[in-house]
């Protein structure tokens, strides 16, 4: 049996796909349409990763231990915020020094970085990458994974998180169109991040981590770049669909899971009896 079919014909991961696909095909055309483009149906769309997830509880296929929630490592919590501060800072260091971006104005001033801080920790922004993460890393990663294998998971999740993207990667690009070159650093972004936050939920067996991995690196790679550089005008450097994104992340990524890889053992999350 092929990966995909046993993904598929699993019981838990296949009611996690059609719920997940039903919710995506009531809500995403009323959001690009805006039809219906209000907080409320935003936020279900956002969280419609998690809401899969809490149906396949409810369903009885798997219990609630299974989502990685129980658990709230601050040690690794620490460490992959510090991993995304420490790749934002040279995302922008290394754009200036290139010539890919300058700061903006204001770069240096307290109500920047205040901001970035007071942001980051509001309770709405850690909501949106709940309402992902507990879908992506809480459930579907560590099932994959308990059913087939790391890299399958990895593969995977990361496919369906970039289908997933594609409208919010259309809507960046416009008016200008969508170079070959910003469809394949936003590739390489998601895949960077989906190495990152599937590593650290399998060796620690929880979820947070991936939460606020996933908020840092919206607040400190698209965020606070966006108000405080400015591009020169080329290829885009920084947000989700720059190249230099990309590369930075990538570079996380590597380092992420050479450590975890030498430091500490990546168990196979035990598979429920369905």
Not at 28 to 49: D, E, F
Not at 212 to 231: V, Y
Request: with cysteine; aromatic share 12%; hydrophobic share 50%.
């Amino acid at each position: 049996m092929t990966p995909l079919l046993t993904i598929w014909r699993d019981p838990a991961t296949g009611l996690f796909l059609r719920v997940f696909l039903l919710l995506n095909a009531i809500l995403l055309p009323l959001v690009m349409t805006s039809v219906s483009n209000g907080v409320i149906t935003r936020a279900l769309l956002l969280s419609s990763p998690g809401l899969a997830a809490v149906s396949v509880v409810l369903s009885g296929r798997i219990s609630w231990t299974t989502l990685g929630l129980q658990k709230l490592p601050f040690l690794p919590i620490l460490m992959g915020c510090i991993a995304v501060f420490i790749c934002s800072m040279t995302l922008i260091k290394l754009g200036v020094f290139s010539g890919q971006i300058f700061y903006g104005p204001g770069w240096d001033s307290a109500e920047v970085f205040t901001w970035g801080l007071s942001h980051m920790l509001v309770l709405q922004s850690l909501c949106w990458s709940f309402g992902e993460e507990l879908g992506w890393r809480g459930f579907l990663s560590a099932r994959i994974t308990a059913i087939t294998n790391m890299r399958t998971a990895t593969a995977f999740v990361w496919g369906l998180w970039f289908c997933w993207h594609i409208p919010a990667f259309w809507l960046m690009v416009q008016p200008e169109g969508a170079p070959a070159i910003q469809l394949v650093s936003f590739a390489v972004t998601l895949l960077a991040l989906t190495v990152v936050m599937n590593t650290f939920r399998q060796v620690t067996g929880s979820v947070w981590p991936a939460v606020f991995i996933h908020t840092a690196h919206n607040q400190l790679l698209l965020e606070l770049p966006s108000r405080a550089i400015t591009e020169t005008g080329g290829l885009p450097w920084s947000s989700e669909i720059g190249f230099g994104t990309a590369l930075c992340l990538s570079v996380t990524a590597f380092v992420v899971f050479r450590f975890f890889k030498r430091t500490s053992p990546m168990p196979i999350p035990e598979k429920e009896e369905s």
